[in-house]
């Protein structure tokens, strides 16, 4: 079967699928419809039985048979209770003026009526023929919906709709220089792609991004629109998911149909996986997510040699992209974005903070050294915290103690000095945190105690901060044991000096149990088990290592997770004085920097 064939098949079935959805749509209108109208037909019937004639109201009125009349201001609709009847009726009179007065002087002549008059309701002056036009305003509502529903409104945003380009340029882009440099290449293909196709070479079809949240992977991709000044069309993969099927087919067609218009030019689809995640036989959303995901591999396959179209994706998760997606002719290229190193965060911060006013003595280049690990985003994230600290404090310039607040309140939490608690928990606390500090000061792999605090940030009672002046590619075995260590020197000093334990240890073991739980099944550093990636496997794929696999890789976290324990325990032992004095020093001051700290431990 020839190719436009299987697309003319294909395209024809997504049309026959949107017409039933559209039909069943309309069934369901029209028995909506249909059943308001029996609704209403049995309240006007309801209405007729419960009203009474004028002329029987007077009768009625006058026999002193009327207990209560309630009336509306201007409205010539009244309701009256019969006596010895449960439900009220509905009067038209002809004349409220004359009617009041009426009532009024067989109340003066004995009759016991409750005459109630109502200021006008916002509904009763509503013009009858607006609440006539109501229904058929529902179902022109009801129609417009179901038509945006059906993906009829055009999806995915061309930047800058009267040059329909992006201004960014890859001077806006630090961090990444390698990256840039393999970019250029498609900068040039865009360019000049007769060059390439004169010797025989093919255009990348597809370039798929990859890399943490935050890296700048949509950043990079406007930056080659920018320096190949093509038309750079930008959608999210969640925008073609649709509660009716066959709708995110259509619409990633329509979204190449608008790109071989606008070419040569850059698709840049943002979170791919969440329409590129591997295909099942399921039914239901996943068949629709199914139908998606091959229509853009039809799509990125139907591209001509003379249409110089580049689709960039970006994801968080490639492992969970679909194979068929990945292979030649498809996205040709996977590049990773990583967090950037020192340079390059040093890069990033000069540019976020051009349009910052910085004091003469904020170094730049040592908030790059303490924040090993940040991306590009979280950077940017902290020079503008700094910014609205300086504003709060008055300063007129941003100050160093400004960006250290803010990094402070990115990474563990806005400190809360207003709150109270008891002395036992602020000395619990003290010594918690102490316990961290004096373990990770005799662990030769840990860095250096920057800052330890018992004042409440976010959600922790205190914390210990470390210096970050290092980029670490790879981990070994000791020093992630050591880690296990330096988490549960908390824990351990409030067993050794309270002879109790706390909550406020929660998050120290729930991060020591992933690191060894990774140690064993991920990282294959387990004596007894081997270099074996346990991780992810299905339960008949574990069964291979043995029945009682399991209870092996239990036994094997929990070895590590109390070896850690009792070697922190032991330092803490051996030097108790030193926890003492630091504890101490912090329910003093509440807080103890890195100078001071390291003066406990001069001779």
């Not at 294909?10 to 308001?36: D, F, Y």
């Not at 961290?436 to 005799?442: E, G, Q, T």
């Amino acid at each position: 079967m020839s190719k436009n064939n299987k697309n003319n098949k294909e395209n024809k079935k997504e049309k026959q699928t949107r017409l039933w959805a559209l039909l069943i749509s309309l069934i369901i209108l029209l028995v909506a419809l249909i059943g308001l109208s029996v609704y209403l037909m049995q309240n006007k019937e309801k209405e007729d039985e419960n009203t009474l004639a004028y002329t029987d109201l007077i009768k009625e009125i006058s026999a002193g048979n009327i207990e209560k009349i309630e009336m509306q201001t201007g409205s010539t609709t009244v309701k009256v209770k019969v006596r010895n009847e449960e439900e009220e009726k509905t009067a038209i009179v002809p004349n409220t003026e004359s009617f009041i007065t009426l009532v009024q002087s067989k109340v003066e002549e004995g009759n016991e009526i409750e005459l109630i008059q109502k200021p006008r309701s916002f509904i009763s002056q509503i013009p009858s023929f607006i609440i006539s036009f109501l229904p058929t305003a529902i179902m022109l509502a009801l129609f417009i919906m179901l038509f945006k529903m059906q993906g009829l409104g055009e999806k995915g945003k061309v930047y800058d709709e009267t040059e329909r380009k992006t201004k960014i340029t890859f001077d806006d882009v630090a961090g990444l220089d390698e990256e840039k440099e393999e970019m250029k290449e498609i900068v040039d293909f865009l360019k000049k792609p007769e060059k390439y196709t004169k010797m025989g070479a093919r255009v990348p079809k597809g370039v798929l991004l990859y890399g943490k949240p935050g890296t700048g992977k949509t950043l990079i991709a406007k930056a080659i629109a920018g320096e190949a000044d093509v038309p750079f069309i930008s959608m999210s993969g969640s925008e073609f998911i649709e509660m009716f099927a066959g709708l995110g087919a259509s619409r990633v067609r329509k979204l190449f149909e608008k790109a071989r218009k606008l070419a040569p030019c850059i698709v840049f689809i943002d979170e791919i996986d969440a329409i590129g995640s591997r295909r099942t036989s399921n039914s239901g959303a996943e068949t629709e997510n199914n139908q998606t995901l091959n229509q853009l591999l039809v799509e990125m396959d139907g591209f001509g040699s003379e249409e110089t179209i580049i689709v960039l994706a970006a994801t968080n998760r490639p492992e969970m992209l679909d194979k068929a997606l990945l292979r030649p002719g498809r996205f040709d290229r996977r590049i990773t974005i990583p967090t950037p190193d020192l340079k390059g965060r040093l890069e990033i911060l000069k540019i976020h903070s051009k349009d910052k006013r910085l004091a003469e003595d904020v170094n730049l280049e040592s908030i790059a050294e303490d924040t090993a690990g940040f991306t590009g985003a979280e950077l940017e994230n902290i020079l503008n915290e700094a910014a609205i600290v300086a504003t709060k404090n008055k300063h007129e310039d941003i100050e160093n103690e400004d960006i250290e607040e803010a990094v402070k309140k990115v990474t563990v939490g806005l400190e809360k000095r207003e709150r109270k608690y008891s002395e036992k928990d602020k000395r619990l606390t003290a010594y918690h945190e102490a316990g961290h500090a004096v373990v990770s000061r005799y662990l030769p792999t840990q860095t250096n105690v920057k800052e330890i605090s018992i004042i409440p940030r976010g959600v922790a009672g205190g914390y210990t901060m470390y210096k970050s002046d290092e980029d670490k590619y790879y981990i070994s075995k000791t020093e992630m044991e050591e880690k296990l260590v330096a988490l549960l020197g908390g824990r351990a000093a409030e067993k050794l000096v309270l002879n109790d334990i706390s909550t406020g240890a929660s998050n120290d073991i729930e991060v020591a149990t992933k690191i060894a739980r990774d140690m064993v099944t991920k990282y294959g550093m387990s004596d007894k088990l081997g270099p074996i990636d346990f991780q992810g496997k299905e339960p008949y794929e574990m069964q291979m290592f043995g029945e009682d696999i399991g209870d092996k890789i239990g036994l094997e976290v929990k070895e590590l997770i109390n070896t850690a324990y009792n070697r922190a325990i032991s330092l803490l032992q051996e030097h108790r004085d030193k926890l003492d004095a630091i504890a101490e020093e912090l329910l003093k001051h509440e807080k103890i920097n890195e100078e001071k700290f390291e003066e406990f431990f001069k001779e």
